[in-house]
T-cell receptor, first 112, second 116 residues
């Protein structure tokens, strides 16, 4: 099955730094979701995007639905140790029967 | 509180044995899903079900089986035909509309299966 291209695969940053990750696809999507997975747990929804160009914030997190509808970005400002985990993007195309397609994940490590 | 419960959290199996992973939700969601997660890979869809008594194969259904006898329950059986069953298994649910398909997925805490 198709997967989204998510980058980077991993990041090692210092506490307080800003983080940016993105997902791209060769196809147009009508929904973009960003999830965070803590070690040994299930993913939890962070932000949902439904319109091209939409920019949504959730605390220190900001995500954008790309204008081309083929990409999405997630930014984390002023990182803290509890930001550690795997971040997944997920997208849905209108002709996929509603199924979500997931990126490979970005593993974030934060050094205090 | 509404949510998804997966059990067991950890499971060990000998080669050649079938095992069943439980998934129960009290969110009144129509659709339920099973994903497999391996290190460094995204979530791969095994099976999903939009309504009771109906389910569809996902991208990696070989060696797995499911049932959907009740709206709240969607157990996954990992059969001996699955060549590499050691993985982290995630169950999820969502509302489902004919117009837009799956809405946002809510995940369970996962079950880690290890084949000895």
């Amino acid at each position: 099955g198709q997967q989204l291209n998510q980058s980077p695969q991993s990041m090692f940053i210092q506490e307080g730094e800003d983080v940016s990750m993105n997902c791209t696809s060769s196809s147009i999507f009508n929904t973009w979701l960003w999830y965070k997975q803590d070690p040994g747990e299930g993913p939890v929804l962070l932000i949902a995007l439904y319109k091209a160009g939409e920019l949504t914030s959730n605390g220190r997190l900001t995500a954008q639905f790309g204008i081309t509808r083929k990409d999405s970005f997630l930014n984390i400002s002023a990182s803290i140790p509890s930001d550690v985990g795997i971040y997944f993007c997920a997208g849905r195309r209108g002709n996929q029967g509603g199924k979500l397609i997931f990126g490979q994940g970005t593993e974030l490590s934060v050094k205090p | 509180d509404g949510g998804i419960t997966q059990s067991p959290k950890y499971l060990f199996r000998k080669e050649g044995q079938n095992v069943t992973l439980s998934c129960e939700q009290n969110l009144n969601h129509d659709a339920m899903y099973w994903y497999r997660q391996d290190p460094g890979q995204g979530l791969r869809l095994i099976y999903y079900s939009q309504i009771v008594n109906d389910f569809q194969k996902g991208d990696i259904a070989e060696g797995y089986s499911v049932s959907r006898e009740k709206k709240e329950s969607f157990p996954l059986t990992v059969t001996s035909a699955q060549k590499n069953p050691t993985a982290f298994y995630l169950c999820a649910s969502s509302i489902w509309t004919d117009l837009s398909g799956a809405n946002v997925l809510t995940f369970g805490a996962g079950s880690r299966l290890t084949v000895l």
